[in-house]
């Protein structure tokens, strides 16, 4: 079985839209296109290196077309994103010239995919596809960089249906900048208790 491991750019609201540039996602009038660009540094540059090593990728049809625009002749930074297998969850489309892509259309295709044997499933981006995937208890870890910025509306990494449940850190650092980097394995169900009586 594969793990689903979700990596995202968050503010510190949960949006998600757009990190890498003006251009990038402007639906919904999102006008903070970029907005990660003031926060790197080598901290920063070092866990994006780190995420870049080969995996395969399970991604939603529109971050599929903005990635299908740019990474096939753009690769030089992210060699490993066209040799990977991209697996993308799309009712409309079936077929795409950049090698190694591969449509799936359904829950079950997903749920198929994570019990086959392969390399670990990265997924960017795809806010929708992330809900559907905490909806249904399918994310295995979740690897964030929480940006001290607050955005308001754009698409968020979080709604409102998520399977409840619980996450053990695993690996955290703040960079020089403030972006706290921060990797969360699944850990059974929520647990509760009073908060009055642990606190000592």
Do not use: C
């Amino acid at each position: 079985m594969r793990k689903i491991i979700v990596l995202s750019m968050i503010s510190l609201d949960g949006v998600m839209q757009a990190p890498g540039g003006p251009k990038e996602d402007t639906s919904n009038d999102f006008k903070f296109g970029g907005w990660t660009a003031p926060f790197g540094d080598k901290v920063y540059s070092k866990a994006v290196e780190n995420e870049l090593k080969p995996a395969d990728y399970l991604l939603g049809r529109k971050t599929f077309e903005i990635w299908e625009n740019y990474w096939p002749n753009n690769a030089q930074f992210w060699p490993g994103i066209n040799e990977g297998n991209k697996y993308i969850l799309s009712k409309t489309r079936e077929k795409s010239d950049w090698k190694n892509s591969h449509f799936i259309s359904s829950l079950a295709d997903i749920k198929k995919l994570k019990n086959s044997e392969g390399l670990d499933i990265q997924v960017w981006g795809s806010s929708e596809l992330i809900h559907l995937l905490l909806k249904n208890d399918l994310v295995d870890e979740l690897r964030l960089k929480i940006h001290p910025v607050l955005l308001g509306k754009g698409k968020k990494l979080f709604d409102d249906n998520a399977h409840p449940s619980g996450f053990t850190l695993t690996e955290s650092t703040v960079t020089t900048t403030g972006v706290i980097l921060a990797s969360y394995k699944r850990a059974g169900d929520v647990k509760t208790g009073n908060a009055g009586e642990t606190i000592k």
